[in-house]
C-alpha cells in the first residue's frame, strides 16, 4: 500500500530540501510521505550546484523517501520524481499536448525544461526535492525553458502539490513492489530516446562524448552509449543534447 503524502505549504523558505535535511537531522525526524512546499524559495539549488530559480507562483517543494532493504539504489530516485512530475503535468494538459522524459530526470514541454530534480541522501533517507514551472520559466542562456501556463491555465498550487504527492507515492510502491527494470520501461515509453538516436553527453568534468543511445542499464538506470567504433560507454551522470 502506498504512504499518504501529508502536504505542508509555506510563504518563504530558503531551500525546502535543506529544511528537510535538517529535520532528518533531529529527534523529531520527518517520515516518509512528508511534503514540504513553498510558495517563494530564497536559496534553491538545481543538480550539479546550479541555482535554481525562486519561481513565485510555481511548485517547488521536496519529500522524504525512508530507504528500505531490497529497494532498488537510491539514485534511481530521479526515474521516479520524472515520472510522478509527467503524471501530475499531463493531469493538468489537453489531450493534444504532452509532456516528455529525457535522461536523466528532465521533463520537456514542447522541448523545453518544465521542471528540475535534486536528490540529497541523509543516513537511510533521501530528500527528494523537485522544482516545477507552472507560472513562469526562467530565462536561461543554455536550454529552452517551458511553462505549463504556456499550454494552459497554471493549476492551483495546493491541487498540483495533492496531485503530484499522490503520483509519486504511487510510482514509489512500483520502484520497490515491481523494481527498477518496470520504472526504466516507463520512463523509456514516454522519453524522448529511440535506440540508435545520435546524443552528445556533457560530462560533469567538461568533457564532451558523443555517440548513439543503446538503452538504460536496468541495475542503475545509466545510460548507455555506442559510440562509433561499435563499443559502449556508460554514463552515470552528465548533461545530454
Not at 502536504?7 to 525546502?16: L, N, V
Not at 525562486?54 to 521536496?62: A, V
Not at 498550487?157 to 495533492?162: E, N
Amino acid at each position: 500500500m502506498s504512504c499518504v503524502p501529508v502536504i505542508e505549504i509555506i510563504e518563504e523558505t530558503g531551500s525546502t530540501n535543506a529544511d528537510l535535511v535538517a529535520g532528518l537531522r533531529t529527534d523529531n525526524p520527518p517520515g516518509e510521505g512528508k511534503w514540504l512546499v513553498t510558495r517563494r524559495q530564497t536559496a534553491g539549488r538545481g543538480r550539479q550546484g546550479r541555482e535554481w530559480f525562486d519561481g513565485e507562483g510555481n511548485f517547488m517543494g521536496s519529500t522524504v523517501v525512508a530507504l528500505r532493504p531490497g529497494d532498488p539504489p537510491p539514485a534511481s530516485l530521479s526515474f521516479i520524481a520524472a515520472l510522478a512530475v509527467f503524471d501530475a503535468v499531463e493531469d493538468s494538459l489537453p489531450g493534444a499536448a504532452r509532456p516528455e522524459l529525457k535522461w536523466p530526470n528532465d521533463v520537456l514541454l514542447d522541448g523545453g525544461k518544465l521542471s528540475g530534480i535534486l536528490l540529497e541522501m541523509v543516513a537511510s533517507h533521501v530528500v527528494v526535492g523537485i522544482g516545477v514551472n507552472l507560472e513562469r520559466a526562467p530565462v536561461l542562456p543554455d536550454r529552452q525553458t517551458a511553462a505549463l501556463s504556456d499550454q494552459v491555465a497554471a493549476p492551483d498550487l495546493a491541487h498540483f502539490a495533492k496531485v503530484l504527492g499522490e503520483r509519486f507515492a504511487e510510482r514509489l510502491k512500483n520502484w520497490r513492489d515491481a523494481g527498477l527494470g518496470s520504472v526504466l520501461r516507463d520512463f523509456l515509453r514516454v522519453s524522448i530516446h529511440t535506440s540508435g538516436s545520435p546524443i552528445t553527453v556533457h560530462d560533469t568534468n567538461g568533457s564532451r562524448v558523443t555517440g548513439t543511445f543503446a538503452g538504460l542499464e536496468e541495475t542503475d538506470g545509466a545510460l548507455r552509449l555506442r559510440l562509433a567504433d561499435g563499443s559502449e560507454h556508460v554514463i552515470r551522470a552528465g548533461d545530454i543534447t
